[in-house]
């Protein structure tokens, strides 16, 4: 018994680290050494550093799950809807190339996203816990296919959508992209399928 | 992960409970709107460029002076180039090593060019490019330049920053970034940029749309 406990403390304590690892890495491109990197590539940018910035908040989150806090968020967001449309939000603003060249140049913008995307993630982790898989769909069903759309645009236009960076830079973030958006489709395929399988 | 689907507690209950829920994803969608209906010019610009444009096209911008050089080794200020025949300026930013889009560029001001030797309009409008590499492009490179691309003087002029130390402040006023490609190359956003003789801002057209630029040039020489 002592040993399951120690063993539960000590995976909370892996989590919680790795949450704290991915916030801190995706923090750490926006300052210098490490802002070289997201200032010369778009890939850094929007294929590295906005995921691991919603990857930090969505585990930011679950290493919250029972807290007060959550418990507290929960009744502004019951079935989660408060947080996938919040999300959504966040999300659609940061695919605008505007905004992309926007944190590049303004202090405040980068300021912004960090904090905007990061609380996008905690919302969605928050919102997936909580909300009826049709729900989910509302939101996957969005952003998967605007992540592969806008994938497959960027490697195929001729046009430089940010000013901040070089063509060749949009056509690599593009397959990422695309690559990301199947990835989390089939992710949350495997999340929804597996435990319906167990159940039977 | 393996929560997705067993929805907590606090999420089962329904009625009045919702109204919280309600009101605030409400609030989320509509302030979520509102930033990006702000954020694109309502819904017109979703890059940089798309915004510049609309900017400049509602509230001509006025340039501020800057030294220049030409290719006889001569300087002027920007002000002074510009005022001096009362012509409309169609302006592009090059730098003269460039083999992409400047050479697209440069194409463009050809035809214009001719266009204006045609029609006549050498009093009316003028081409002028200039180059945001001066450390690069000396008297030498800018009258290299000018022999490449068949620069008619009546017509098109070619001028550098006298000074580096400039560089920054031009690309700010027009709005142009620069960023650094592979080969020692730079890329940058390239456009027709009509300035009138007292040195306001008022359009930036597609390097591909030169018609639509001289029309433009033309209605504000008038």
């Known amino acids: ?200 | 992960m393996a929560k997705i689907s067993n929805p907590d507690p606090a999420s089962t209950g329904s009625g009045a409970g919702l109204f919280l829920t309600f009101g605030a994803s409400l609030a989320a969608l509509l302030i979520g709107l509102v930033v990006i209906f702000a954020a694109t010019d309502k819904g017109h610009a979703f890059t940089t460029e798309a915004l510049r444009r609309g900017e400049v096209e509602r509230q001509p911008q006025v340039i501020p002076d800057f030294a220049l050089q030409n290719g006889a080794g001569g300087s002027s200020a920007l002000r002074q180039l510009l005022a001096g025949d009362k012509k409309i300026w169609i302006v592009d930013f090059v730098y003269t090593r460039c083999q992409t889009v400047c050479t697209s560029l440069g194409s463009s001001f050809q035809q214009l060019q001719l266009q204006i030797q045609q029609r006549g309009l050498q009093g009316r409008v003028g081409l002028l490019s200039v180059s945001f590499d001066p450390v690069n492009d000396d008297a030498q490179a800018l009258r290299d330049y000018a022999t490449r691309m068949r620069l008619d003087p009546q017509v098109w002029r070619i001028v550098t920053l006298a000074s580096v130390q400039d560089r920054r402040r031009l690309l700010d006023a027009f709005g142009i970034m620069v960023v650094p490609a592979p080969l020692g190359e730079f890329e940058h956003n390239a456009a027709l940029h009509v300035v009138t003789h007292d040195g306001r801002l008022v359009s930036i057209i597609d390097y591909q749309a030169q018609a639509l630029a001289l029309d433009t040039a033309l209605a504000w020489s008038q």
Not at chain 1, 67 to 82: I, M, S, V
Not at chain 1, 140 to 150: N, R
Not at chain 1, 160 to 167: D, F, G, I, P, Q
């Open chain 1, 1 to 200: 018994m002592i040993n399951l406990l120690k063993s539960a403390v000590l995976q909370r304590r892996a989590s919680n680290s790795f949450a704290l690892l991915v916030s801190a890495t995706a923090l750490a491109l926006s300052l210098p050494p490490l802002r070289a990197l997201i200032e010369q590539s778009m890939l850094w940018h929007m294929a590295i550093q906005m995921p691991l910035l919603v990857l930090g908040g969505w585990l930011a989150m679950r290493a919250l799950a029972g807290h007060r806090l959550a418990q507290r968020l929960a009744r502004w967001n019951r079935y989660g809807l408060t947080g996938l449309i919040a999300a959504q939000a966040i999300f659609a603003y940061w695919m605008l190339p505007l905004a992309i060249d926007r944190a590049i140049v303004l202090p405040l913008a980068d300021g912004q996203k960090l904090v905007s995307l990061f609380a996008c993630g905690a919302l969605l982790q928050h919102s997936f816990a909580r909300s009826p898989v049709a729900l989910q769909l509302f939101f996957v069903g969005y952003a998967v296919p605007m992540m592969i759309w806008l994938g497959f645009y960027f490697t195929s236009t001729d046009l430089r959508l940010c000013n901040a960076y070089s063509l060749e830079s949009q056509v690599r973030t593009g397959r990422l992209l695309v690559a990301w958006g199947l990835a989390l489709g089939a992710l949350w395929l495997w999340a929804v399928l597996r435990p319906a399988r167990s159940r039977h």
